[in-house]
């Protein structure tokens, strides 16, 4: 069964995938999310930013990356472009973090620019950027600045701690970005401290607080809140309950931080998902007919849905 | 972005306002869930104490809104506009999630629909069967003693409408109203559900028949 080729997206579509904890799935869920896609007839590209431990190309099936972002960041290359890899799977390209360098440098924050502005221009509909665990400011960057940013999370408690200190860590660097006052950006700044002077607890308390010193400013803040809009994919459910936790989530979120966020789907354990690893292989192609391929499949069609949305809105 | 005092108790509890009584139902049973003393959804986000104003205001705004008279006199005191929050419609395959009302653990997907296309299963203008919407109740992962409780139908009556038992139901009428509050728990469109089944209702039932149904006794 071929699918036909869908009518390309006329500029990359950025697809962040991160989330506070490591473990949770973010580099199975970009491999196969971009495998997916590519499946349908996409031209996608998948980016390892995960310089710490990378694996992404394990996933898709490459098992020593010729060119890697390293290259990069070291300046022996400064066309990404060039240090795109096949993968076995047509329409496919790999972006590797690293290959074999374990010192390896992050990228200064001026080179991520660059890195980022690149992606954009790659000749390809969508571009998966899976992020390293942590609230590290170059993870949260690489968040941020996709169209699109993924969270997953485990229905466990280690996993929800880290998500909503993602969240939050994400959210007071994007306001600190928009901010143009001085002092309303050192307020921003003393607020991600959850013990600050100024009894700001949480993103509505820091709202407030900027009306009342810059009701300008006030404005800018309440708008670029809404447009902070993580999507929260929740992985290996086995439960109703697990399954729920996404809703729960999006109402904390908005009940507690002011802060609106997607529940695009979820993902179930699934036995099939050790094997399609144990074999170096995308899951939906060792098993596109699993339950957690299929789940996976919704996932994408919901991102596919966003990119023709925002395409035609724009 | 309204904080909790501004709240309407429909914003409480996220639904639109002047939601009917199920949908209040399911909301509170989720906020429940989300809001419970020791629950994963808030870990770590609350000192002591702190989340009980918001388990406080969701009581109130259940205590409220499931009594038909209280309801009825707080959605007439409710001023046009003051719920401005906007409640997006969950996509058609999440929606399950949220109608499930408390729903059965680990079996995502029953064998019994796994030889079905969900989509194709549940869209289109196939006839409404009791076996598709016994699918349809199983994919979300409904339990039928819950639709029961929440829709205050006899669970037998609801077991005959997905087994086509048509001879033991009672007047079209019930049968009817019957269908659309399942086909609604289930997160159906329930006219057409409705339409379809009854169409095939009145296909198998004999015209002498009707009436009377052995349950309807007027």
Known sequence: ?314 | MKPLSEMTHYDVLEIQAGSPADEVERAYRIAQTTWAADGLATYSLYEEGESESIRERIELAYQVLSGPDTKAEYDRRLEPGETEMDFEEVDLDLQFVDETVAGPSVDLVPAEIEAFDDAADEGGDTEWTGARLRRARLRRGIDLEKIAEVTKINPTYLQYIEQDQFEDLPAAVYVRGFVVSLARCIGLESGQVADGYMARLREHTPEKRRPPGRHARR
């Not at chain 1, 890899?85 to 620019?113: D, F, I, V």
């Not at chain 1, 600045?145 to 969270?151: F, I, M, Q, R």
């Not at chain 1, 010193?213 to 404005?219: I, L, R, S, T, W």
Request: proline residues 5%; aromatic residues 6%.
């Open chain 1, 1 to 314: 069964m071929t699918a036909s080729t869908p009518p390309h997206l006329p500029k990359a579509r950025l697809v962040a995938v991160g989330g506070g904890k490591g473990g949770v799935g973010k580099t199975f869920l970009s491999a196969n999310l971009a495998h997916t896609l590519a499946r349908a007839g996409y031209k996608v590209v998948a980016v390892d930013t995960d310089i710490e431990g990378p694996n992404l190309h394990t996933w898709l099936g490459v098992k020593a990356p010729r060119a890697s972002l390293a290259d990069f960041v070291s300046g022996r290359e400064s066309r990404v472009e060039n240090l795109l890899e096949e993968t076995p799977h047509h329409g496919l390209g790999l972006l590797a973090a690293t290959h074999g360098n374990l010192a390896a440098a992050q990228p200064s924050a001026a080179r991520r620019a660059e890195l980022l502005a690149a992606l954009r221009e790659l000749p390809c509909d969508f571009v998966f950027v899976d992020c390293g665990a942590g609230a590290h400011p170059a993870n949260i960057d690489y968040f941020l600045v996709g169209d699109e940013g993924l969270l997953v999370l485990h229905p466990e408690p280690t996993s929800v701690e880290n998500t909503y200190t993602f969240i939050r860590a994400a959210f007071y660097r994007r306001m600190q970005l928009a901010m143009q006052k001085h002092d309303v950006r050192e307020c921003v700044r003393e607020a991600m401290d959850q013990r600050n002077d100024r009894g700001i607890r949480t993103p509505l308390d820091l709202l407030r607080a900027v009306e009342e010193m810059d009701p300008e400013e006030g404005q800018r803040f309440a708008a670029t809140m809404k447009t902070f809009r993580p999507r929260v994919v929740v992985n290996e459910v086995a439960s109703t309950e697990d399954i729920k936790l996404g809703f729960s989530v999006r109402s904390v979120c908005r009940k507690f931080f002011g802060i609106e966020v997607d529940y695009v789907g979820y993902i179930n354990r699934d036995r099939a998902v050790r094997d399609a690893i144990l074999l170096r292989k995308p899951l939906t192609e060792v098993h596109p007919e699993s339950d957690a391929a299929v789940y996976l499949q919704r996932v994408a069609g919901k991102l596919v849905e966003a990119a023709r949305n925002a395409g035609s809105s724009a």
